[in-house]
């Protein structure tokens, strides 16, 4: 694109709790958003459930919102791109364009029986060469097969090709290219990866999964790259080229310009995802990490990760504010953590619902270890930033042991990047620099960049290496014999939390559905 003529891309990042429009100018800049919150439907325990409708009536309602704010028309744009809440399922009326029913959200635990019948003899594994992922409730291919079972007379009507699914990416192409009316019906690689469905090296659904769960393959949309022109948009943004998908992990690493073997980007909110970039080939995990696409471009070949999710980053700073009463805000952790200069020989450790990659233990819970004396609020608190950089350390070692790709670099974003301490720490216990973009928005951006590379805003992925910033970047200090030696101290804290639930308490807990805290 030239910069003496200057358009605009958007991207639509449609979330768990809520919808955001931002309008990226030719160097990547944001230049206007728009945001609205949608509602979180709980009906049971362990229940999480959205209104499609609300969501499609939001998503209209931004785009015209950060338009207006602009100063832009649609006409304006060259292009827009779409990042979205993984794994959440929508089911809808091809004639109509209505749900048969709210979407069921990642968060949603109701399958966990079905997964764990699907799983027979073979458990969590019995699909994960083919798709890279344990049998989970997390995951959306369950989910379809729930409903499908669970709606009256849908099973039927899918059958006679009626209904369509879709997760939230190809719920907003559909109704962006027209709805009804002749929408497109199709998912991206990243977001179809994640369904429990794809099989990975095809990149095609899976027979003999969609034999398993019982689902009929006239529901399902075509699967597509992450950077193509699906179709135009018709309504608000008419004319616009709606040309890019990605889930928003998968849009954040390509937002962070994570395009070669080995670089990574860990995304710190309420919990953490790492993304390893492993090229051209699907990795897979032996030490509790999901193999996922990371994305593909037009007709290129795809580019797979390895991700590893932990649970609790950011939340423990919400708890040792509204459960312990240590901080008022959360802004108040660093200077508190950096009056000290240490931990005090103190780690936390927040298995508050168990273990997330790479134990996977449910029957783990939380521990404070350590404690003398000597450990005061102000060690509490470093200790508090600290088990986020340790657990990210756990996750980039299992990667490791699974890729043999060693981590060059970790590119951060989300909230956590503000405190400056954590992110020292994080570069000391990894040994490798930590890096803070200019543009925060990762995720919208990755959607925008690759949409505008689908319609020839950029030429390609090194273009937008080139216009990527770093706003900050953190060295190692630490030497690594305290590295190492801090790390068993770690490592010995983790091992007091295993085993602490019993069966039957899991069971109930399972029951009562998850920690709201966590999610």
Not at 309 to 329: C, F, K
Request: net charge negative.
């Amino acid at each position: 694109m030239s910069d003496q003529n200057p358009r605009y891309v958007a991207a639509i990042d449609q979330g768990t709790t809520s919808t955001r429009c931002i309008v990226f100018d030719a160097h990547g800049r944001v230049v206007a958003s728009d945001r609205r919150e949608h509602r979180q439907i709980l009906p049971r325990p362990g229940w999480v459930e959205h209104d499609a409708t609300e969501i499609w009536a939001k998503v209209q309602a931004v785009a015209a919102g950060a338009l207006a704010r602009a100063g832009l028309r649609p006409g304006d744009l060259s292009a827009l791109g779409i990042t979205n809440q993984r794994e959440t399922t929508v089911l809808w009326d091809r004639a109509t364009g209505r749900p048969v029913h709210n979407a069921v959200v990642w968060q949603d635990t109701r399958t966990a029986a079905l997964c764990a019948e699907l799983g027979g003899a073979e458990g969590q594994d019995r699909f994960r060469e083919a798709t890279g992922l344990p049998l989970a409730s997390y995951f959306s291919g369950p989910k379809v097969a729930w409903l499908l079972d669970h709606v009256p007379g849908l099973r039927r009507r899918a059958e006679l090709g009626e209904i369509a699914f879709g997760t939230v990416d190809s719920w907003l192409v559909w109704n962006l290219t027209g709805g009804a009316a002749g929408g497109v019906h199709v998912t991206d690689v990243s977001n179809a990866s994640r369904t429990l469905l794809m099989n990975l090296d095809t990149l095609d659904w899976d027979p003999a999964i969609l034999a398993a769960m019982d689902i009929p393959e006239a529901v399902l949309p075509r699967i597509v790259s992450s950077a193509e022109v699906y179709g135009t948009a018709t309504g608000r943004l008419a004319g616009v080229p709606v040309a890019a998908a990605l889930g928003d992990q998968q849009a954040a690493l390509f937002g962070q310009a994570c395009f070669d073997v080995g670089e990574a980007k860990n995304t710190y909110g309420t919990g953490s995802f790492l993304l390893l970039n492993t090229g051209n080939r699907p990795v897979p995990s032996k030490n509790g990490l999901l193999t996922t696409v990371g994305y593909r471009l037009g007709a290129d070949r795809p580019v797979y990760c390895l991700e590893g999710s932990i649970a609790i980053t950011g939340a423990l700073v919400q708890w040792l504010r509204d459960q312990l009463g240590v901080i008022r805000t959360a802004a108040e952790i660093e200077p508190l953590a950096a009056s000290v200069p240490d931990n005090g020989g103190a780690y936390v450790v927040p298995a508050f619902s168990g273990l997330y990659a790479p134990y996977w233990r449910a029957d783990a819970r939380g521990v404070i270890t350590g404690l003398t004396g000597y450990v005061t609020r102000a060690h509490l608190a470093r200790a508090v930033l600290e088990a986020t950089s340790w657990q990210t350390r756990e996750v980039v070692d299992a990667m490791l042991q699974d890729s043999g790709v060693p981590l060059t670099s970790l590119k951060v974003d989300g909230g956590m990047t503000a405190n400056e301490l954590l992110m020292q720490h994080q570069a000391d216990v990894l040994g490798v620099p930590v890096t803070r973009p200019v543009v925060a928005e990762t995720t919208s951006l990755g959607a925008a960049c690759a949409a505008g590379l689908a319609t020839g805003v950029w030429d390609g992925p090194e273009a937008l290496r080139g216009r990527w910033e770093a706003d900050a970047t953190w060295t190692p200090r630490m030497d690594a014999a305290t590295r190492e030696r801090e790390y068993r101290r770690w490592r010995k804290a983790v091992e007091r939390t295993l085993g602490w639930m019993d069966e039957d308490e899991q069971g109930a807990a399972a029951a009562r559905g998850p920690d709201r805290s966590t999610v």
